[in-house]
């Protein structure tokens, strides 16, 4: 087994602990900030194990569908094993470049994922081309001032995520601080775009 294998194994074991899901609450997280109804389509993107991915498709019911997207083979083999419902669709691809076709997204979700990458703008650029009119994007990250467990981890902070958004054509930003260590950053897709 590699190394990197091992670590990819790891780090879905640390993230689908039962007490970092509920300190993220994701029941009121999904249902009463992100506005998540049965039968919306919905993107996590760099969802790693599908920690977030299941109390999402709980939200979108039977008639909706979630798509778990990381580019880490042992990730999405982490979400399949699980046997997730038909309208939970594990996608082995780039969370930058997914793949999927654009404006099918009522709702897309960067959790604890734009801090790995210097250059996170692509990100937020793939969340806008998924999005229908009137989508929302969600990013959940750690606030300011809270140190990372990886030296190489960038801090994202409000400023940043405004500038991504604007840039990538996003409107109505709105940031929550959700838990001590995580704020939540909103933004929707235009009607008209």
Same mark, same amino acid.
């Given at each position: 087994?590699?190394?990197?294998? +091992? ?22 997280? +999904?249902?009463?900030v992100a506005g998540i109804k049965p039968g919306m ?13 299941? !109390?999402? $498709?709980?939200?979108?019911g039977t008639e909706g569908t979630v798509y778990a ?14 046997? !997730? !419902?038909?309208?939970?669709? !594990? ?15 009522? +709702? ?37 001032g809270m140190d990372s467990s990886h030296p190489e ?11 991504? +958004? ?17 704020? $939540? ?9």
């Amino acid at each position: 087994m590699t190394e990197e294998v +091992f670590d990819s194994r790891e780090r879905a074991r640390r993230m689908d602990r039962e007490e970092r899901l509920k300190s993220l609450k994701p029941d009121e997280l +999904f249902k009463e900030v992100a506005g998540i109804k049965p039968g919306m389509t919905c993107v996590d993107l760099g969802c790693g194990p599908g920690a977030l991915s299941f !109390p999402m $498709v709980l939200c979108v019911g039977t008639e909706g569908t979630v798509y778990a997207v990381d580019y880490d083979a042992e990730m999405i083999k982490s979400v399949q094993a699980k046997i !997730p !419902p038909p309208n939970l669709i !594990p996608v082995q691809s780039d969370a930058s470049r997914t793949g999927l076709d654009s404006r099918i997204a009522d +709702f897309c979700l960067l959790s604890l994922v734009l801090h790995e990458y210097e250059k996170s703008d692509a990100f937020i650029a793939e969340a806008f081309r998924l999005l229908k009119p009137g989508g929302k994007v969600l990013v959940l990250e750690r606030r300011e001032g809270m140190d990372s467990s990886h030296p190489e981890d960038y801090q994202v902070t409000r400023q940043d995520i405004e500038r991504s +958004f604007r840039q990538a054509g996003f409107s109505g930003f709105q940031y929550i601080e959700w838990t001590e260590r995580l704020y $939540v950053a909103i933004g929707i897709k235009g009607k008209s775009s």
